[in-house]
């Protein structure tokens, strides 16, 4: 059975499943990278106005909830931890126990985007607001407020996009693994659905210091 | 695009099943194929058609300046075209032409594969293209910007024209052109036919992986700096507007990160198309097969570091302007590799002096002069003179322009009986890429000269004493366009009307000529199996002398 299924999986252009499956896994590779660029673009321009208002730059960062970003990033870190093993589910043919496991993830996001709720709703409320939106006062005059501002929600927002997408990814790979669609030989979708997923939390682990630990 | 069937005094008959009637000849069979060869055919029709609009504005721009004041426009819509020109050439035509087009059809032709790695994307990679072509025309024509193609901020974050549609259209032109890359890196990788290993692999190929290497790499980041000179310009978020403490030179560092190494992402290709031609007309194996294959690795490579000396009056330090000159220079030593090497190849070949070749000659003009200009620019005390003057229009248009639309001419009358299985007139060729090589060199010339002596690019007027340069330049890009008709006239007609060329009508040795031209849907009925390298003209070393060609073996 598992055989046949793996059989129809192989696309006409490829000459084994393995080469396949390795085509895929490349691609998803390459991807990543283009998505470390992606990011790299913001944490270059933050490094650069760091250094630039480096002042303001500390003291917005002590404004911010150490204890929100903490959590987040503990709540990333068990998402990925809940992704790898469903993984290791999907890899011995257990796809009830992936959709488990990837709903957990799944969870935990939500858990992640509420948190990131009341942080924004709090900023919103003080104007701690991007560019000429600015009205916030505690930071003292100058550019640094706005620009920090700027930044994060330029960052956090492009993240919190990739929670989005990663959900979503998340929820469609495990939907399929519950019905049984990946096995043992083939469960490749699990596998790139996963790898998506740590960038997702690897980007945060760079964010989270970045920003909240200036 | 559909065969019509062979006349009865060719010589040669078309196949009766290609890639081009086969599965179906509806357009809902090319608006949906998997193949990448219909996916090459359609990127190709698209960059020709952004190729015409650009040398239409082009044409504009030269008939503008062709007298000292105000000719046949007003000083904004002077501003718009140049941006329009600069948009349409780069974005639409140099960058996707040669990989999108030709690499799309020929790398899996040239490495025994069925298709790309991933015929999915490679569809979407078209759609996103024509999505972004789309957005970023709309907002050339409505509104009109008048920044450049450079879009430098503050201006572009401050100015009253539509910037933010075209910003969009690059970016998403930029993700088209991310899974193109992503498609053949992975292409490269896994799809190579058996026997095939890394050293045998068509020179075309390593250039164009260099390509991809670069594309997947640098475009995000222009994507990123796109989008937030689009956010700074439609909300005010002030990363790049000094007004609001952000630094406008940090995006030329994002900008030219991305727009340097793009330079290349449109000569490897011309390089990777010149390879090929110069041992399929000189019947040479290449000289220095691993020099050539490695030194487009370098390119790539180096052109990653030298994006500074754009920056070399906007305020960055000295050492820094030294070390990015130094390293620019890099580029010089790797493209010097190549260019020995093609004429080392010609040193005793049997040369066909056909209109790819004739292209091929141009290309090397172009290239070695403008590269020597580049080297020139690369230096930072005569940079300081040269800046933003018609000296690095002329430059920038010999070695990326005239190189990259050689390199596009020589692709397209060398695979043209490949793609359509029909000749071009030769004749008409060959006094088609003379007139187009005399009158590039008749447009830029003059305006090495121009900026030598101080005219500054992108002015709408100019003093009387630069006039009668102008009117040569002008003179000159009515002859190129001239040329470029012509090509694009008898290469329509061609793909009707042309003799039946045959499978390999240039009896070449490279390996996408080993199915029947157009080849069929699937490429090869079995998957071949190489036993020699690419380019391989040396008759002793073809390991069967019974066949005319080393054609991989069918097993």
């Known amino acids: 059975m598992s055989e046949t299924t793996a059989l129809n999986r192989l696309a006409h252009h490829f000459e084994s499943l393995d080469k396949q499956q390795q085509a895929a896994r490349l691609g998803m590779w390459l991807f990543l990278a283009t998505e470390v660029l992606l990011f790299a673009a913001l944490f270059a321009g933050y490094g650069v106005y760091r250094y630039l208002y480096s002042d303001t730059f500390v003291r917005a960062s002590r404004d911010l909830h150490t204890w929100i970003g903490g959590v987040n990033t503990v709540v990333l870190i068990t998402s990925s931890f809940t992704v790898a093993w469903g993984l290791d589910f999907a890899a011995r043919g257990r796809g009830d126990r992936t959709r488990l496991l990837f709903g957990a993830s799944i969870a935990l996001a939500l858990v992640f985007l509420a948190l990131k709720y009341v942080e924004y709703s709090e900023h919103f409320h003080e104007g701690q607001l991007p560019g000429r939106y600015f009205t916030y006062e505690g930071l003292g005059p100058g550019p640094g407020g706005p620009i920090f501002y700027a930044l994060y929600y330029l960052i956090t927002g492009l993240h919190g996009i990739h929670v989005v997408i990663g959900m979503t990814v998340l929820a469609v790979i495990g939907f399929r693994a519950g019905q049984g669609a990946y096995t043992a030989e083939y469960h490749v979708p699990v596998e790139l659905a996963g790898l998506y997923w740590h960038l997702v939390d690897l980007i945060w682990i760079f964010v989270f210091p970045l920003i909240y630990l200036a | ?555």
């Not at chain 2, 068509?202 to 250039?207: D, N, S």
């Not at chain 2, 010609?346 to 070749?357: D, H, V």
């Not at chain 2, 933003?388 to 430059?395: G, L, M, P």
């Open chain 2, 1 to 555: 695009m559909n065969p019509s069937p062979a006349s009865s005094d060719a010589p040669a008959v078309l196949p009766a099943r290609t890639y081009l009637n086969a599965p179906d000849t509806g357009l809902m069979s090319w608006a949906n194929t998997r193949d990448h060869k219909r996916v090459g055919v359609m990127f190709l029709v698209s960059t020709t058609i952004a190729f015409f609009l650009g040398g239409v504005f082009a044409l504009l721009i030269r008939l503008e300046l062709l007298t000292p004041g105000p000719t046949i426009m007003d000083a904004m819509t002077y501003n718009r075209l140049f941006t329009l020109h600069g948009v349409v050439m780069i974005f639409l035509f140099m960058i996707p032409a040669i990989p999108s087009g030709f690499g799309n059809f020929l790398l899996p032709l040239m490495i025994g594969a069925k298709d790309v790695a991933f015929p999915k994307l490679n569809l979407l990679s078209f759609y996103l293209y024509l999505a972004g072509a789309a957005v970023a025309i709309y907002g050339l024509i409505y509104g009109g910007t008048d920044t450049g193609w450079t879009f430098y901020t503050p201006y572009s974050t401050t100015t009253a024209t539509k910037v933010v549609p075209v910003l969009l259209g690059a970016f998403i032109i930029g993700f088209s052109s991310i899974l193109t890359g992503l498609n053949f890196i992975v292409t490269t990788h896994t799809m190579r036919a058996p026997g095939l290993g890394w050293n045998r692999l068509p020179l075309f190929v390593w250039a164009i992986y260099a390509t991809s290497i670069i594309q997947i790499l640098a475009t995000p980041v222009l994507g990123m700096s796109l989008l937030l000179v689009a956010v700074e310009n439609a909300f005010g978020w002030g990363i790049f507007d000094p007004a609001r403490g952000g630094d406008p030179v940090l995006f030329q560092h994002f900008f030219w990160f991305y727009s340097h190494p793009a330079v290349y992402i449109m000569i490897l290709p011309a390089m990777a198309v010149i390879s090929e031609v110069v041992c399929a007309f000189s019947r040479k194996n290449i000289f220095g097969y691993k020099a050539v294959a490695y030194s487009s690795l370098g390119i790539a490579f180096v052109g990653f570091f030298t994006w500074g000396h754009h920056l070399f009056v906007s305020g960055q330090s000295v050492v820094d302007a030294g070390i990015f000159g130094v390293l620019s220079m890099f580029v010089g030593i790797f493209t010097a590799i190549k260019v020995f090497n093609w004429t080392a190849t010609l040193y005793r070949g049997s040369i066909a002096f056909k209109t790819p070749f004739a292209y091929f000659v141009g290309f090397l003009f172009f290239l070695v002069f403008g590269g020597m200009t580049g080297v020139a620019l690369a230096t930072l005390s005569l940079d300081v003179h040269w800046h933003d003057t018609y000296f690095v229009v002329a430059h920038f248009h010999f070695i990326m322009v005239g190189a990259t639309v050689m390199g596009f001419l020589a692709a397209l009358h060398y695979w043209l009986p490949k793609i359509s299985g029909r000749m071009y007139p030769e004749g008409w060729g060959l006094v088609a890429a003379v007139m187009v090589v005399l009158g590039f060199n008749f447009t830029f010339i003059p305006q090495f000269l121009l900026g030598n002596e101080g005219m500054p690019r992108r002015y709408f007027s100019y003093p009387e004493h630069f006039w009668a340069l102008n009117v040569a330049s002008t003179a000159g890009a009515s002859v190129l366009g001239f040329g470029l008709l012509i090509v694009l006239v008898y290469t329509l007609a061609s793909l009707r009307w042309g003799p039946v060329a045959g499978p390999n009508p240039w009896n070449s040795r490279g390996f996408e000529w080993a199915t029947p031209s157009p080849p069929p849907p699937e490429n090869f009925d079995a998957t071949p199996v190489y036993t020699s390298g690419p380019h391989e003209y040396d008759e002793q070393a073809v390991p069967q002398p019974q066949l005319p060609e080393p054609e991989p073996r069918h097993v």
